[in-house]
Structures are given as C-alpha cells and as structure tokens.
C-alpha cells in the first residue's frame, strides 16, 4: 500500500513534464482485446508476464500505458461508452502489472482522436535519463 501511495505521489508531481519530453520511448508490448470486451487473453497474459520481467530490473523511468480511442461520430451514448470501456481495458492492465510491486510508477494515457479504430493498449517504457538530458539541452 505505502509503495502504491508513493507512485501516485510521483506521478502527481511528475507526469504533466514527463509526459512532455519522454521521446525515447520504447515499445514493450500490447494487449488485444475482442470488441466490446475489456477482458484479455491468456497470450496476452504470458505477455504481460514477460514485460514484468523486463521492467523488474528497469529503474530511472516508467511505464506508459497508452490507449488510442478512436472518436465516434454524433452518437453522445456510445462515446461515453467508448471512453468507459478504454478506461477499464487500461485499468485491467493497470491491475495485472500492479500485482507485481513493480519498483516504478505506471502511468496510463488515454488518446481521444486515434485515427483509426483500434482495440489495443500499447506497453510502453519511458527513461527519465532521456528527461534528464533533455532539460539540460534546453538549460544550455
């Protein structure tokens, strides 16, 4: 529980610069999910068991979790259904990774204007060196 409220606290403090000049992302993963379902799969699972692996030895940086939501149309009832069901597929993953007591914070993103529709959310690693460097080349 104490580790959990330190995340938050981290992500609190540091989310809005980090999610600004994270550029050296890298892609770890993504979760598939079946239309109108926000459970997913065993294959999914042994692949988000083997991202906890990688990320277990992984400091100075954290996980991005990114959902790409693809805007429907006119339709008020079925973008607010759109955007809960996104909220719980990325909170699924949330829940599975968090079980591990990863040592990083997981951040979660939701992206309202995917060009196309996609069910997927993206497992993405981010190092804070890169922010490091990044606020230093503009100090300079």
């Given amino acids: 529980m104490r580790s959990w409220v330190l995340s938050t606290v981290i992500c609190c403090f540091v989310s809005g610069s980090v999610m600004a000049s994270c550029n ?33 030895n992984k400091q100075d940086g954290y996980l991005l979790l990114e959902f790409n939501l693809f805007p429907s149309p006119g339709d008020k009832k079925q973008q607010q259904y759109n955007l809960w069901l996104a909220n719980r597929r990325i909170d699924r993953v949330k829940s599975y990774l968090s079980v591990a007591n990863l040592p990083l914070p997981i951040i979660t993103r939701i992206r309202t204007a995917a060009p196309e529709e996609q ?22």
């Fill in 119 to 140: 069910r997927n959310v993206d497992i993405l690693w981010c190092p804070t060196s890169t922010m490091a460097d990044n606020s230093n080349a503009k100090k300079q």
């Fill in 24 to 56: 050296d992302e890298q892609k770890l993963g993504q979760v598939t999910y079946a239309n109108n379902s926000s459970f997913f799969s065993a294959k999914d699972s042994k692949g988000l068991d083997h991202i906890k692996k990688i990320v277990s």
